[in-house]
Nanobody, 125 residues
Framework: VQLQASGGGLVQAGGSLRLSCAASGGTFSRQTVGWFRQAPGKEREFVAA????????YLAEAVKGRFTVSRDNGKNTVYLIMNSLRPDDTAVYYC???????????????????WGQGTLVTVSS
């Protein structure tokens, strides 16, 4: 599976963006997909994940109530919908996939074997 993230851009605080993670090759519906972000000078951190079935989603505490994650297996795409954006959401956002992840490791970047190239989100104050 190859992944391509898109949808980033410049938005004012309080605004919204929808990121997309499009997959090609492989069986996308069998992949659990995670979103991570990395701000300048900081380590990569978990943002959200959605299991291959699409029924279970997980969000980092910092984005709960503001971000949602969903998938359309028919379109081989996972979405990260970001509302009420804040300046500290500014980062490069990456999507990643794994066909064998377990729940206890879903927030760990090393659990994902396939990564997209990242898309930059900049939130101005």
């Amino acid at each position: 599976v190859q992944l391509q993230a898109s949808g980033g851009g410049l938005v004012q605080a309080g605004g919204s963006l929808r990121l997309s993670c499009a997959a090609s090759g492989g069986t996308f519906s069998r992949q659990t997909v995670g979103w991570f972000r990395q701000a300048p000078g900081k380590e990569r951190e978990f943002v959200a994940a959605i299991f291959r079935s699409g029924g279970n989603t997980y969000l980092a505490e910092a984005v709960k109530g503001r971000f949602t994650v969903s998938r359309d297996n028919g379109k081989n795409t996972v979405y990260l919908i970001m509302n009420s954006l804040r300046p500290d959401d500014t980062a490069v956002y990456y999507c990643a996939a794994s066909s064998s992840i377990i729940l206890s490791s879903i927030r760990m970047s090393r659990s994902y074997g396939t990564w997209g190239q990242g898309t930059l989100v900049t939130v101005s104050s």
